[in-house]
């Protein structure tokens, strides 16, 4: 008895504080680990989604000045998504043109999805990067 009052707590409740203790490590170590997998499995295919809407407003921008044809235009913006590992096709890239060259305005759109494999869970996001740029004449 003069064990127990001299630390203030029995040999059983230090063992119990102590499981806790651990317990609640491992769930935070656990929880971080499933947030940085969710991480590296999220993050790549956003910030692809970025780049890619940023070459088409750079694209939609130059072609507004230029004679390219909207084939030539759309075969652009197929080569700069494969630079960011995004697979389109010519029927997922839209062009309209109205007006003509440098007087009208030009609208690049694309729709695309990309399948994000999570442990016990699958899904599909879809992304649509789009610009539109009007002549200043």
Known sequence: MAESSRFGKSQPAIWQLFLMATLK??????VFCMLGLVGVKLIPPYF????LEDEIKTEALQATYSTRT???IREEVIKHARNYDI??????????RVGGFGTGTLAID?????PVDLPGYSTTIEFHPSSKNKGIY
């Open 25 to 30: 490590l491992i769930l935070g170590v656990a």
């Open 48 to 51: 692809s989604n970025y780049e």
């Open 70 to 72: 909207e084939e030539d």
């Open 87 to 96: 697979a389109l096709t010519p029927k997922q890239v839209h062009i309209s």
């Open 110 to 114: 694309a729709e695309y999805s990309v």
